[in-house]
């Protein structure tokens, strides 16, 4: 840390709350958190399942859930926190209250526990989970879009729409586990944009807003790659 940042500290508010904070230059997004709103978002924290980066009690590797999923089904998953109320509220006023400067601000959140987690990992092109057209229309945007072209943007990769939802479906909080899987079948499809590309020399960055079983990043990942897509990661807000 440079010497200026202890003698001339920044008193930015948090992201979360408003409470005004003590914060130095060159830091991480993290630093942008109160210690009461961090406490309440729940980092995720090691040991994690090596498959979809729910906290373990052990470092065990794989929970139940992924180990019930084919190997050759299976995401990678990083997230930047658990699913908490607060966490929930959080996303909830992003996506229903229309606050998209929130999007730069979680949209940071994931892009350092990438940086962490995916050290090393070449991604050559970063897209999101679509919105179906009514949802988007009454939306007015794709919450996971805005986060994917946050982090490209941040990590110097260019964000592409490779994916369209062709089908409407449920809120997927409202389902369980066996219907979000059916809900979920055939829903996507590969986008114009995206069938112009040779896919299969990609290494693909898929963005979501929330992890919950999985069965969005996987539905999606299993139609990328009938369209020649080999490696393929996701990242998520909450988990």
Not at 144 to 153: D, M, N, R, T
Request: hydrophobic share 35%; with cysteine; charged share 20%.
């Amino acid at each position: 840390m440079r010497w200026w940042s202890f003698l001339f500290p920044i008193h930015p508010n948090c992201w979360f709350c408003n409470q005004s904070k003590v914060q130095t230059f060159l830091s991480s997004s993290w630093s942008n958190i109160c210690e009461d709103c961090l406490g309440l978002l729940s980092p995720i924290q090691n040991p994690t399942c090596h498959v979809c980066f729910r906290s373990l009690a052990d470092d065990s590797g794989i929970c139940c859930d992924c180990l019930m999923v084919a190997i050759e089904d299976r995401v990678q998953n990083v997230s930047a926190v658990a699913y908490t109320s607060k966490a929930k509220k959080v996303i909830s006023r992003f996506k229903y209250l229309g606050d998209e400067r929130y999007a730069k601000y979680i949209g940071a959140m994931m892009r350092d526990v990438v940086e962490v987690h995916y050290r090393g990992i070449p991604f050559s092109v970063i897209t999101s989970v679509p919105l179906h057209h009514k949802r988007l229309t009454e939306r007015g945007f794709n919450q996971s879009q805005l986060l994917a072209e946050q982090i490209g943007k941040s990590i110097g990769i260019p964000t592409l729409n490779l994916l369209e939802r062709n089908k409407p479906s449920p809120p997927q909080a409202s389902l369980g586990r066996a219907d979000r899987i059916r809900s979920l079948q055939n829903s996507f499809q590969i986008s114009e944009e995206a069938q112009q590309l040779d896919l299969r020399p990609h290494t693909i960055l898929l963005v979501d807003d929330v992890y919950t079983t999985g069965s969005t990043i996987r539905e999606c990942a299993k139609t990328l790659r009938s369209a020649g897509a080999k490696t393929i990661y996701s990242t998520t807000f909450a988990r």
